[in-house]
């Protein structure tokens, strides 16, 4: 969880938004920041109501803009993604805006974010420690295009976060 960030259950105003919402991932941690008493803004590609989650396209600087000017984000969990098997049918169209949340750091910036937490994958990993359990210590080696796209997204977001973007 992120750390320093006012966000106890008396706090209506701060909330954590999580991206990929949707997704296996995103439901359980919907889950754990619900029963932790956080207050959350879910989004994902699609809109599901039942649980809560508004539609947000990430691809489009408007939206992104949209979800901070009409809210206050002190926290960002980005685990939305194109998965593996559609980035594999059409990597060249997958692999051109996957950073687009980074690319709005000015956004993020103004909004006053106090901490950005970026989901990738395993993928940049590839098949070198596929015998045992991996580590954020273990060295990176992706195998595939898609592992290297990830890692190239974790480089732009280190980069942005430092400035260098």
């Known amino acids: ?10 706090n ?40 809560g989650v508004r539609a947000c396209d990430l691809r489009l600087k408007s939206q992104i803009s949209a979800l901070f000017q ?21 990597p060249l169209r997958s692999g051109r805006k996957p950073h687009r949340l980074f690319g709005a750091t000015a956004s993020v910036t103004a909004a006053g974010v106090q901490r950005f937490i970026f989901a990738s994958s395993m993928s940049v990993y590839g098949s070198l ?20 796209v990830k890692r190239a997204v974790e480089l732009i977001g280190r980069a942005s976060r430092k400035g260098d973007v």
């Open 70 to 90: 009409g809210h206050s984000v002190r926290a960002v969990i980005h685990l939305a993604g194109i998965l593996p098997s559609a980035f594999q049918s059409d």
């Open 1 to 10: 969880m992120p750390e320093n960030i006012d966000m106890d259950s008396g």
């Open 129 to 148: 420690h596929a015998q045992r359990r991996v580590t954020e210590d273990d060295a990176v080696g992706p195998d595939e295009v898609y592992g290297a």
């Open 12 to 51: 209506n105003e701060a909330m954590t938004l999580v991206t990929g919402a949707a997704g296996h991932i995103g439901c359980e941690v919907r889950r754990l920041l619900t029963e932790a008493r956080w207050q959350t803004l879910a989004v994902d590609l699609n809109q599901d109501k039942t649980q």
